[in-house]
């Protein structure tokens, strides 16, 4: 397996020309100034802000693109439908002198590097997810350490006021990690209809309606899952119909599997399967989650063990049933990242500085080591889609 670096390639000339021939491109978001994480340790990251990298969908080759050293601790990202704008989280404690966090907009300039627009305070402790709608005229964000949700509106790429804040109460089983709300992500559903908060504090999924104007929720849900005590929901995801959400247990390391109803935003216990094979152990804990385009696999990736866990879904009742278990070739695998047409899976391994590629079998949705990349303190990793190719 070979290991490619980031350091010293951005430049190149013949770097550049490769990079014009990728047809799918990753932007990969770092820790680099100081976070306090859950458990109470300081982590100081490596990162420099939001890499980028180009990638040949047919070879699984990866190269080196600029960096935006705009921004910090941009531990998650999403990318506007046009592909025109990035938006990332930035997992602060402190912003503008206040015990807060901030969300970044950028426009995509050439060469696909990400140039900030601007950034606009959360309200709320270490933002660490977020969602966009399809217009791109809305966005949520979870702040984990304050246990709240900031929502804004967007215009032409930039995030022009938050709307509203939303802050959950509760505390769970677990005196450390669930002395709190915390919430760890947000999601649409397919018709937008309603927006979903997983908090980790008190393990329960949060259904708000969302308006139609003015970028706002319903103050009071529509719906309140309540998962085992002590599970420590964390990262969601759902097959393509939005029949199924299937949502990792951090504390349990486990997996949950959910059947949704789009009309009324509940929620419906299906089952609980571990996210580990042999014995648990307690430094174990289920991170990110992503499911294949045509939803007959899941993939959960699993720090601790450092392993990603491979599911097959019944297509009639959403049930998972394990296939495979594989290791990262890293340490702490926090994020997962699948391209959009399901060839590759890409782990980021964020105590290790590495991103390892597996190459996915189409039809029995197991993995093969085929690659490794090394990125700093990589804790986002996402491909998409580059049809018109690179160029400066």
């Given at each position: 397996m070979d290991t490619v670096s980031l350091s010293g390639q951005h430049h190149a000339v013949a770097v550049k020309e490769k990079c014009m021939e990728k047809d799918l491109i990753l932007y990969i978001g770092t820790y680099g100034t100081?976070?306090?994480?859950?458990?109470?340790?300081?982590?100081?990251?490596?990162?420099?802000?939001?890499?980028?990298?180009?990638?040949?969908?047919?070879?699984g080759e990866i190269i080196a693109g600029p960096v935006n050293e705009e921004t910090s601790n941009t531990s998650w990202i999403e990318r506007s439908q046009d592909g025109k704008f990035l938006y990332a989280v930035n997992?602060?404690?402190?912003?503008?002198?206040?015990?807060?966090?901030?969300?970044?907009?950028?426009?995509?300039?050439?060469?696909?590097?990400?140039?900030?627009?601007?950034?606009?305070?959360?309200?709320?402790?270490?933002?660490?997810?977020?969602?966009?709608?399809?217009?791109?005229?809305?966005?949520?964000?979870?702040?984990?350490?304050?246990?709240?949700?900031?929502?804004?509106?967007?215009?032409?790429?930039?995030?022009?006021?938050?709307?509203?804040?939303?802050?959950?109460?509760?505390?769970?089983?677990?005196?450390?990690?669930?002395?709190?709300?915390?919430?760890?992500?947000?999601?649409?559903?397919?018709?937008?209809?309603?927006?979903?908060?997983?908090?980790?504090?008190?393990?329960?999924?949060?259904?708000?309606?969302?308006?139609?104007?003015?970028?706002i929720v319903s103050e009071q849900p529509d719906f309140v899952y309540h998962g085992f005590p002590g599970s420590g929901l964390r990262s969601m995801v759902f097959t393509s119909d939005c029949r199924f959400l299937y949502v990792t247990g951090e504390l349990d390391v486990s997996v949950y599997a959910l059947k949704y109803d789009e009309n009324t935003g509940s929620l419906e216990y299906l089952q609980k399967a571990e996210a580990y094979e042999g014995e648990r152990q307690d430094f174990y804990d289920a991170a990110g989650a992503v499911i294949s385009p045509d939803d007959r696999y899941l993939y959960v990736s699993t720090r601790g063990s450092n392993k990603i866990a491979v599911y097959s879904i019944?297509?009639?009742?959403?049930?998972?049933?394990?296939?495979?278990?594989?290791?990262?070739?890293?340490?702490?695998?926090?994020?997962?990242?699948?391209?959009?047409?399901?060839?590759?899976?890409?782990?980021?391994?964020?105590?290790?500085?590495?991103?390892?590629?597996?190459?996915?079998?189409?039809?029995?949705?197991?993995?093969?080591?085929?690659?490794?990349?090394?990125?700093?303190?990589?804790?986002?990793?996402?491909?998409?889609?580059?049809?018109?190719?690179?160029?400066?």
């Open positions: 100081p976070l306090k994480m859950g458990d109470g340790t300081i982590y100081r990251g490596k990162g420099k802000g939001i890499y980028t990298c180009y990638m040949d969908s047919q070879s997992e602060l404690d402190e912003f503008e002198g206040k015990e807060q966090g901030a969300v970044s907009s950028f426009s995509v300039c050439g060469g696909g590097k990400p140039a900030l627009i601007g950034s606009l305070a959360t309200g709320g402790k270490a933002p660490c997810h977020l969602c966009l709608n399809k217009e791109g005229t809305f966005l949520a964000a979870a702040n984990y350490s304050s246990g709240s949700i900031s929502l804004f509106n967007l215009k032409d790429g930039k995030i022009i006021g938050q709307t509203q804040g939303i802050f959950h109460t509760g505390k769970g089983a677990d005196p450390l990690r669930q002395e709190c709300s915390h919430l760890h992500s947000v999601l649409l559903d397919r018709k937008e209809k309603h927006l979903l908060a997983v908090n980790l504090g008190d393990d329960t999924i949060t259904v708000y309606r969302k308006e139609e104007k003015d970028g019944e297509q009639a009742t959403g049930y998972l049933t394990p296939v495979q278990f594989i290791d990262t070739d890293g340490k702490n695998p926090r994020s997962l990242a699948l391209d959009p047409a399901g060839r590759w899976v890409i782990a980021g391994n964020q105590d290790s500085d590495s991103l390892t590629v597996y190459k996915r079998d189409m039809e029995n949705g197991q993995l093969s080591l085929w690659n490794r990349f090394l990125v700093p303190t990589p804790v986002c990793v996402k491909i998409y889609n580059n049809p018109s190719g690179i160029s400066d």
